[in-house]
T-cell receptor
Framework: KQEVTQIPAALSVPEGENLVLNCSFT??????LQWFRQDPGKGLTSLLL?????REQTSGRLNASLDKSSGRSTLYIAASQPGDSATYLC??????????FGGGTRLMVKP | GAGVSQSPSNKVTEKGKDVELRCDPI?????LYWYRQSLGQGLEFLIY??????PDKSGLPSDRFSAERTGGSVSTLTIQRTQQEDSAVYLC??????WGGGGYTFGSGTRLTVV
C-alpha cells in the first residue's frame, strides 16, 4: 500500500525566502506525482504535474523535482510571498485509479 | 465546462436525513473520483468511476454511502441516514483517463455539516 509523507508539517518563513517542501513515497511504481495548493475552506488547485518519466517541472516561481528510485519529490518556492501562504499537498498516482495524498505542509509567509 | 463543478457548496442537514452531492466533471474527462476531507485530516479516497462504471468502491466508508454516474458525465454521491461523523468536505476530481492523463482537476468541494 502506498504511503506518502510530507515534511515539514508546518513552516513559517519571512517574505522573500526560498524554501523547499519535501514529499516521500514508499512505492516507486508511480504513474505521476502532482503538487496541489489548498487555501483554507477551499478546494485543491493543481500546481505542477510530473509524469513518471520526468525529473522536474517548473511554473513561475515553483519548481518540482521527482526522484522515483529514492521515492522523493521536492517543491521549491523561490522568493516566497505572503500570498503563497496555504497548505501544500503532494499526491501520488500509482494505481491508475486514485491518488494517495500526503498530510500536507502548512506554509505561512510573513510580510 | 471549464472546470469541475460541485453543488451545493455548503449543506447543513439534520442527523438521519439523506443528502445528495453533485459533481459535474470537465467535459471529455472519462475518469471521476470522490474524496473526503474531514476536519484536520488528510484526503480519503471514496470511489472512482471510469465512464459509468465504478470498478473501485473500496473506499466507501459504509453501506450508507453510494454513488452513481450517468451518461459518463455527472456523478451523484448519496449519503443515507447521515451521522455527525459524515461531516466533512467532499471533493470531486476528474481526469482524462483512468491513468490520470493530464493530471487530476478538483472541484471546490461540498462542505457537509450534520447537526
Amino acid at each position: 500500500k502506498q504511503e506518502v509523507t510530507q515534511i515539514p508539517a508546518a513552516l513559517s518563513v519571512p517574505e522573500g525566502e526560498n524554501l523547499v517542501l519535501n514529499c516521500s513515497f514508499t512505492d516507486s511504481a508511480i504513474y505521476n506525482l502532482q503538487w496541489f495548493r489548498q487555501d483554507p475552506g477551499k478546494g485543491l488547485t493543481s500546481l505542477l504535474l510530473i509524469q513518471s518519466s520526468q525529473r522536474e517541472q517548473t511554473s513561475g516561481r515553483l519548481n518540482a523535482s521527482l526522484d522515483k528510485s529514492s521515492g522523493r519529490s521536492t517543491l521549491y518556492i523561490a522568493a516566497s510571498q505572503p500570498g503563497d501562504s496555504a497548505t501544500y499537498l503532494c499526491a501520488v498516482d500509482n494505481a491508475g485509479n486514485m491518488l494517495t495524498f500526503g498530510g500536507g505542509t502548512r506554509l505561512m509567509v510573513k510580510p | 465546462g471549464a472546470g469541475v463543478s460541485q453543488s451545493p457548496s455548503n449543506k447543513v442537514t439534520e442527523k438521519g436525513k439523506d443528502v445528495e452531492l453533485r459533481c459535474d466533471p470537465i467535459s471529455g474527462h472519462t475518469a471521476l473520483y470522490w474524496y473526503r476531507q474531514s476536519l484536520g485530516q488528510g484526503l480519503e479516497f471514496l470511489i472512482y468511476f471510469q465512464g459509468n462504471s465504478a470498478p473501485d468502491k473500496s473506499g466507501l466508508p459504509s453501506d450508507r454511502f453510494s454513488a452513481e454516474r450517468t451518461g459518463g458525465s455527472v456523478s451523484t454521491l448519496t449519503i443515507q441516514r447521515t451521522q455527525q461523523e459524515d461531516s466533512a468536505v467532499y471533493l470531486c476530481a476528474s481526469s482524462l483517463d483512468r491513468w490520470g492523463g493530464g493530471g487530476y482537476t478538483f472541484g471546490s468541494g461540498t462542505r457537509l455539516t450534520v447537526v
